[in-house]
């Protein structure tokens, strides 16, 4: 059985979107999220259309891979340089609310709990992901054959 270590993050993430989008019911995408952006140093919102659901698998895979983990650290990964004329960069922090509201819609769905420490993932959320990480690795496996056919 395959987990979130042994796929690569990016189709893991891709594909628990999809999952979100089309299964589970808790995750949906606020009226506001239309409109905001993802960090004080962006100067537009984001541009995909269903951006919420990339960004809530993400932090999906993140509490998986880093619990117990808090707000505050997600906003440190989730942020970006600011490069502001000819003074040095710095480092700006992403936006605390997507964070949040994100990750109380994925306790609604039972993928993540809340704790003193920070936030863990549940038994379910961790199924949830290790099945579409099974998926993904017997997929990445058969093109792999396939490759080597040629």
Known sequence: MATAYDVPANKLIEETSER???EIDEI?????AKFVKTAANKERAPTQQNWWYTRT????RKVYTKQPIGVERLRKYYG???KTGSSP??????????I???LQQLEEAGFVESTPEGRKITAEGKSFLDSIASELKSEL??????LKKY
């Open 20 to 22: 979100l989008l089309k």
């Open 141 to 146: 496996e058969k093109e792999k054959e396939e």
């Open 28 to 32: 949906e995408m606020p009226e506001w």
């Open 100 to 102: 949040r509201k994100g």
């Open 80 to 82: 970006s340089k600011d």
């Open 89 to 98: 960069e710095r480092s700006e922090k992403g936006s605390g609310k997507i």
């Open 57 to 60: 698998a993400a932090l999906l």
